[in-house]
């Protein structure tokens, strides 16, 4: 009786999957019509504003029982593959592949995208303005550790733009080629990995000697070729270089987060839900900071960050990078940042762009 119950569901499954096949088909062809008007107009291919907009348009019609977070991956692959039918991106990332870098770039553009793994943050950034990447995807900041200082370095001076952002939750993984944790004689992994895992690391392995790798994914790379050894990275290594994971999850602090850019050249239209990141400078008198924020108070506008930045050239003056919500295309934003013009010393407006999706 059940097996006769199974049939006749997997019978309306091919059903359903048939409809969806056609449908899905029938998208793309649009798309490659898509794909032909902007090369005809010289419009890019990547347009993270309407990504967003179709996102948020498919969330407000999805009842269930499908979760937004599953239906917001499936259509991330969809868009990745009508982008390979326009024209294939590259992206450049903090490489080497298995990195968490490359985790974001999978979650954020699927899989038809080129991969372009660099060894510096500096090299993505050089990889798109000279034209070998299409858009660079670098971390800004994580929610443990702070700022990483080498993207705001090349921020100032850069004349790419922030056409998005990526959260990716750092979730660590034991991995190796052991069968069980009772084998594993040392352990390898990034810094940083090695100090976000501690307490679980002194709880199931104490004793097992630990050693610092180049990179997570440097240091799967090693536990997969040398007997005994685990290394603590990301799920996408243990994949990459063929091991198993012996645990998941073992970071110290579940909230552990780190928020991407993704810079390219050009801008990006509005998407209805945008955040507009500014770099300033603000004369060295008493208030002049205070002058320079007025208009964000003055114009209702929420600002969600503020890092003041060391100025090389001069001992204890500082720039300022700046997160707002809105579009500076959009009227009281461009009438903030007109204002802010005349407290500032120096302003640069760094890129508007729709809101990530933080886990």
Sequence with gaps: MKDKVLSEIREKLKEHDRELLRLLNARASLSEEIGKIKRSCGIEVYDPS???????????????PLADAALVGIYREIFSASRAMQEPITVAFLGPEGSFSHLAVKNQ????????????????????ERGRAS???????????G???????????????????????????????????????????HPQGLAQCRQWLGLNLPGVPLFEAASTAAAARIAAAEPGSAAIASRIAAEKFGIAVLASEIEDFALNTTRFLIIGSGKTIKSGRDKTSVLMGSAHIPG???????????????????????????????????????????????????????????IKVLGSYPRGEEP
């Design 109 to 128: 553009f699927g899989g038809g995208v080129k991969l372009s793994p660099q060894e510096t943050i500096a090299g993505v950034f050089d990889a798109v």
């Design 288 to 346: 002049a900071l205070h002058k320079a924020l007025g208009p964000f108070a003055a114009e209702g506008l929420n600002l969600l960050r503020i890092e003041s930045y060391p100025i090389r050239e001069r001992n204890w003056e500082y720039l300022f990078f700046l997160d707002f919500e809105g579009h500076a295309g959009e009227k009281g934003p461009a009438e903030c940042l007109r204002q802010m013009e005349q407290f500032t010393t120096f």
């Design 50 to 64: 309407q990504e967003s907009r179709v996102l948020e348009y498919v969330r407000s019609l999805n009842e269930g």
């Design 135 to 145: 858009v660079g995807l670098v971390p800004i900041e994580n929610s443990l550790e």
């Design 147 to 189: 700022s990483v200082k080498a993207t705001l370095d090349r921020l100032i001076a850069t004349p790419l733009k922030i056409r998005a952002e990526a959260f990716l939750r750092v979730s660590h993984c034991l991995v190796s080629s052991c069968a069980d944790l009772s084998k594993i004689e040392k352990v390898y992994s």
